[in-house]
């Protein structure tokens, strides 16, 4: 069964320094996402993606976070300049179709340590 | 926006008994429900979901309830099992847009 990949699964790296993670969706998806789950609180949405653009980001997401999909495989969060409140799991998710639609299947998420 | 609270936070059964987990919402618009589990070192898995226009949906030992009155929806298991011990969160996401809020999730341990 196909499945939504992540690298690396896990990053460390010091405040201020940039990262990018990486996820490989499903290759017949079309609608890609990324979340954070800060150790011990909920998941929280960050982006959503679809047509090689941005269709909806949350509060949090703000200018330090970029999404770009390089290619025809790849689908990549970057952090410019990262704080020590970054310290979360990373989750990239797709979808064939909408949410409400179809059902989005997650990879098993990136731990971003910022020291 | 969407606010989702989730209870209990951690929930430890016997292994055959029943387990139930609460969600409410807070923006009535909101329309679709899903439950994730999430196993230790795993990826979250969508496990069942609900629309607003049913009250209840089940798949085998796993059923979901909502009522859109009161803004809250449960996730019922049945004749638990040591494999249904996971993370289990709920979601909702609204008519507009993509994002889901989620629950701040379910650790629930089956003893056996």
């Known amino acids: 069964e196909p499945e939504v990949t992540q690298t690396p699964s896990h990053q460390v790296t010091q405040m201020g320094q940039e990262v990018i993670l990486r996820c490989v969706p499903i290759?017949?998806?079309?609608?890609f996402y990324w979340y954070r789950q800060i150790l011990g609180q909920k998941v929280e949405f960050l982006v959503s993606f679809y047509n090689n653009e941005i269709s909806e980001k949350s509060e949090i997401f703000d200018d330090q976070f970029s999404v770009e999909r390089p290619d025809g495989s790849n689908f990549t969060l970057k952090i410019r300049s990262t704080k020590l409140e970054d310290s979360a799991m990373y989750f990239c998710?797709?979808?064939?179709?909408?949410?409400?639609?179809?059902?989005?299947?997650f990879g098993p998420g990136t731990r971003l340590t910022v020291l | 926006g969407e606010n989702v609270e989730q209870h209990p936070s951690t929930l430890s059964v016997q292994e055959g008994d029943s387990a139930v987990i609460k969600c409410t919402y807070s923006d009535s618009a909101s329309n679709y429900f899903p439950w994730y589990k999430q196993e230790l070192g795993k990826r979250p898995q969508l496990i069942i979901d609900i629309r607003s226009n049913v009250g209840e949906k089940k798949d085998q030992r796993i059923a979901v309830t909502l009522n859109k009155t009161a803004k809250h929806f449960s996730l019922h298991i049945t004749e638990t099992q040591p494999e249904d011990s996971a993370v289990y969160f709920c979601a909702a996401l609204r008519p507009t847009g993509n994002q889901f809020y989620f629950g701040t999730g379910t650790s629930l341990t089956v003893i056996p």
């Open positions: 998710a797709s979808s064939s179709g909408t949410p409400r639609r179809d059902t989005q299947y």
């Open positions: 290759s017949n998806h079309l609608y």
